[in-house]
C-alpha cells in the first residue's frame, strides 16, 4: 500500500487499541504520549463491559436503561445500535483471550451495577475489566504486522490542507523535533477532561487534549457541560488521582451511610443502584450539610470479587472488610465532545474520534455504568468500516491552522501553579451543583486565562464553563441551583471554538437570567 493509505491513531487506550487493530489491513500508526499503557483511563477502569448476554436479558432492555440514564439527551438508534453490538463486542476481546471471570458452568459471570435492570456487567479479574482488556489489546496491537507504535509523541496540531480538511498530524518527540505525519485520515481517541478538576479519579493526562486539537481544526463540540461524578470516588487524603469504589460494590449490597449512620439513600427511587447523578448530587448534598459519607463494603466475598478496591483502601489507610470507608464524587466522565455521527466521523474532513473523546449520542446528559468501554469498541469498528470506504486523499497543500509555526505546544502562563488553578476554579465553580455567581466567575477566570496563554486546558476548561452557563436548565450531570427543573424540551448544545470565544467575551458582563439568584448558590435545590 502506498503511504496515503496510512490512518494516524492518537490515543492507546481502548479507543485507541480498538480502533487501531479493527483498522486492518490499513497501515495504521499508533501515536501515544507516554510509554504504552501507562496514562490511560482505560487501566482505571474497574466495573466491566455491559452487554445483553444473560438468559434474561436482550440488547432492547439495555438499550432502554441507556436511554432512560441519559435524561432525554440520548439518541434512541445509537442507544439501539451499541447495545446490539455489545454481544459482539464482548466476543471480539474473548478471542484475542481477554480473561473475563467465568461462573462454574463456564459461561461469563455478569455482575449488577446502578441503573441496570439486569445482570450484565462482564467483568474480568473481579474489578480490574480495564487493566485486563487494555493488556489484551496492546498484546494485540504489538502483534499485529499493520500497527506502527509510536511512543513518547505528543499532538500538537492537526495538519489541515486548503479547504480546512485534516490531512495528518503535527507532533513533537521528546527532544524537541517537530514532526509533520501525513494520514488519510486521523482518529482522536485521546480520553477525557477529568484532570481539569482537583478532585478526579482521571490520570493526570486527562485534560482534553484531543478536544482542543479538534475545536483548533474548526470541529464542531457537543454537549460539553455534561461530566459525569463519580459517586464513591475514596476520600483518601492526598490522592491525586482519587482512588474509585465501584459502583458494582453497590450492585453486591454495599450500602451509603451518612456521619450519623443513615442510609439516606433509602427513601430515594433506586436507593443505592439509582443513576449516578443522582447518587452524586445526594452524596454532595450530605457532604455539604457537614454529615459526611461512608461506603460500608462489608459484604460477603469482598476481598475475592473486589480484590482491587481493598488493595486501593488498604494503601491508603483505609481497610473496608473492618469499616465503612469515607467516599465523595468526583469528576470521572465526560459525556460530551467531539461531535460525530453514527460513524465516528466529525464536522471536519478527514477527523474521527472514539471513546471518551467523541460525543456519539450515547450518554446523552448521563452515561450508563459500564457503557463507556462498550462505546469506545462498537464504535472503533464502525470507524475502521468508515475509513476504508474514504478515498485515500493526502495532499500535503496549503498546510493551514497549526496553532504556531513551529507545532510546539502552547505554553502555560505561571506553569503547574496555574494549572492547579483551573482544576481549583472547575472544583469551586463547575462541579457537581452550579450557579449563576459561579459560572460567571469560572467564565471570567478561565477566559482571561486563555486569552493571557493560550492554553489548551484553559480552552477546554472555558468551553465546558460557558456551556454550562448558557444551559439554563438542571439535566443528568448538570445541575444549576437557579435552574433545578429539565426544560420540557432536551436539546444538544454544539459550538465551535469560535462560537464559544464570541460567547464567552458576551457574558463578561451579563446580569443574571430571570429567576437565576446569586445567593442560592449555597442552597443546591435540585439535590435529590
Not at 242 to 259: K, Q, S, V
Not at 267 to 288: M, S
Request: proline share 5%; with cysteine.
Amino acid at each position: 500500500m502506498h503511504d496515503t493509505d496510512r490512518v494516524i491513531v492518537v490515543g492507546a487506550g481502548v479507543a485507541g487499541l480498538a480502533t487501531a487493530l479493527r483498522l486492518a489491513p490499513l497501515p495504521v500508526t499508533l501515536i501515544t504520549g507516554r510509554p504504552l499503557g501507562q496514562g490511560a483511563a482505560t487501566a482505571l477502569a474497574q466495573g466491566g463491559i455491559a452487554a445483553a448476554l444473560g438468559d434474561d436479558d436482550e440488547p432492547a432492555l439495555h438499550a432502554a436503561d441507556t436511554l432512560q440514564a441519559g435524561a432525554g439527551l440520548s439518541d434512541p438508534a445509537v442507544a439501539r445500535r451499541v447495545a446490539e453490538a455489545a454481544g459482539g463486542a464482548v466476543g471480539w476481546l474473548v478471542d484475542l483471550a481477554a480473561p473475563f471471570d467465568r461462573e462454574a458452568d463456564g459461561r461469563l459471570a455478569l455482575g449488577l451495577e446502578a441503573a441496570h435492570c439486569r445482570r450484565r456487567i462482564a467483568h474480568a479479574g473481579g474489578d480490574k475489566t480495564g487493566l485486563a482488556v487494555l493488556e489484551t489489546l496492546i498484546r494485540a496491537a504489538r502483534a499485529a504486522a499493520h500497527v506502527a507504535i509510536v511512543e513518547d509523541l505528543r499532538a500538537a496540531a492537526l495538519l489541515r490542507d486548503a479547504g480546512g480538511g485534516v490531512i495528518g498530524l503535527r507532533a513533537v518527540a521528546p527532544s524537541g523535533e517537530t514532526l509533520a505525519l501525513p494520514a488519510r485520515a486521523v482518529v482522536l481517541a485521546t480520553g477525557g477532561l477529568g484532570a481539569l478538576y482537583g478532585a478526579t479519579t482521571n490520570p493526570a493526562g486527562a485534560t482534553g487534549s484531543g478536544l482542543a486539537l479538534a475545536a483548533r481544526a474548526g470541529a464542531v463540540l457537543r454537549d460539553m457541560e455534561f461530566v459525569q461524578f463519580h459517586p464513591t470516588a475514596i476520600a483518601a487524603a492526598g490522592a491525586d488521582p482519587m482512588p474509585l469504589a465501584t459502583e458494582a460494590l453497590r450492585g453486591e449490597g454495599a450500602i451509603l451511610l451518612n456521619g450519623r449512620g443513615e442510609r439516606f439513600m433509602a427513601a430515594v427511587p433506586g436507593g443505592e443502584l439509582a443513576p449516578r447523578d443522582v447518587v452524586a448530587r445526594a452524596i454532595f448534598g450530605e457532604i455539604a450539610a457537614g454529615r459526611g459519607v461512608f461506603l460500608d463494603a462489608r459484604i460477603d466475598g469482598l476481598e475475592r470479587r473486589f480484590p482491587g478496591v481493598v488493595a486501593l483502601c488498604r494503601a491508603h489507610g483505609l481497610d473496608p472488610a473492618r469499616r465503612p470507608i469515607p467516599v465523595r464524587p468526583a469528576a470521572h466522565y465526560h459525556m460530551g465532545g467531539i461531535a460525530v455521527n453514527a460513524a465516528g466521523r466529525s464536522s471536519v474532513a478527514g477527523l474521527w474520534a472514539c471513546g471518551e473523546a467523541a460525543c456519539t449520542g450515547l450518554h446523552g446528559a448521563n452515561r450508563l455504568a459500564s457503557n463507556s468501554l462498550l462505546e469506545a469498541l462498537a464504535f472503533a469498528a464502525w470507524i475502521a468500516d468508515d475509513i476504508r470506504g474514504q478515498v485515500a486523499a493526502c495532499n500535503q497543500v496549503a498546510v493551514r491552522g497549526a496553532p504556531d509555526a513551529d507545532g510546539q505546544p502552547r505554553p502555560m502562563a505561571g506553569g503547574m501553579r496555574a494549572a492547579d488553578g483551573i482544576r481549583a476554579r472547575m472544583d469551586a465553580d463547575v462541579g457537581v451543583v452550579r450557579g449563576f455567581a459561579g459560572l460567571s466567575r469560572a467564565v471570567g477566570h478561565l477566559h482571561r486565562l486563555f486569552a493571557d496563554t493560550d492554553d489548551d486546558r484553559a480552552l477546554v476548561a472555558l468551553t465546558v464553563a460557558t456551556a454550562a452557563l448558557q444551559r439554563r436548565e438542571s439535566r443528568g450531570g448538570h445541575c444549576r441551583t437557579d435552574f433545578p427543573a429539565a426544560a420540557a424540551l432536551a436539546r444538544h448544545s454544539e459550538t465551535t471554538l469560535a462560537a464559544m470565544l464570541r460567547l464567552a467575551d458576551a457574558m463578561q458582563d451579563a446580569a443574571p437570567p430571570p429567576f437565576a439568584d446569586a445567593a442560592r448558590d449555597a442552597a443546591p435545590s435540585c439535590v435529590a
